[in-house]
């Protein structure tokens, strides 16, 4: 019997905190993973996968076009941004899903709550209540940053680009990276 509530207390549901706490739990260990926001993390949640989604719905505007020149007779569509943006956040809700019944198939508490360390071998939680574990292991990745300019907050980062209402009519990206360039490919 150990003298902690848990042998592993994972911090960030993401990539490497999910598979951390899955492979522990499935070789004996007891563990929980507290996640303040859901379980998949940045990939999953706020990145490749949905931007991914994004990236495909938008080509189809570049296909519908092609095919008009190797002959089909393609009507005119109409584009509605509301409807591939909800059908990118289901598919997100499924994989949050998927990853938290993956968890809790390997006898993985999940405690949908901030975590901070707060000492040797303890975690306290927002709701304030406090766990022991033998070890802790922080997974929580990274932010977007916004650097201060004048009119940065007027800006968004890739995290909040999934849930907008409308698609904008004009767009400045600030960066020249992979990311930046995939979606200066979908809002194009």
Known sequence: MSDYDY????????????????????????????????????????????????IYGAHFAEDL???????????????EWPVLRDNVLADVDRLNKAYTHTLESHDVEVILERATVSGPNEVTLASGRTI???RIL???GAR??????????LGITSNEV???????????????????????????
């Open 65 to 79: 076009k092609d095919a008009r020149r190797f002959g089909w007779n393609v009507p005119d569509c109409d584009f």
């Open 138 to 140: 922080i997974a929580t």
């Open 7 to 54: 042998d592993l207390f994972v911090i960030g549901a993401g990539s490497g905190g999910v598979r951390a706490a899955r492979v522990s739990a499935a070789h004996g260990a007891k563990v929980a993973i507290a996640e303040e926001y859901r379980v998949g993390g940045t990939c999953v949640i706020r990145g490749c996968v949905p931007k991914k989604l994004l």
């Open 144 to 153: 977007p940053h916004v650097s201060s300019c004048p009119g940065h907050e």
């Open 162 to 188: 999934f849930h907008l209402e409308a698609l904008p009519k004009r767009v400045l990206i600030a960066g020249a990276g992979y990311i930046a360039n995939e979606f200066a490919g979908i809002f194009n």
């Open 132 to 134: 022991s574990a033998g």
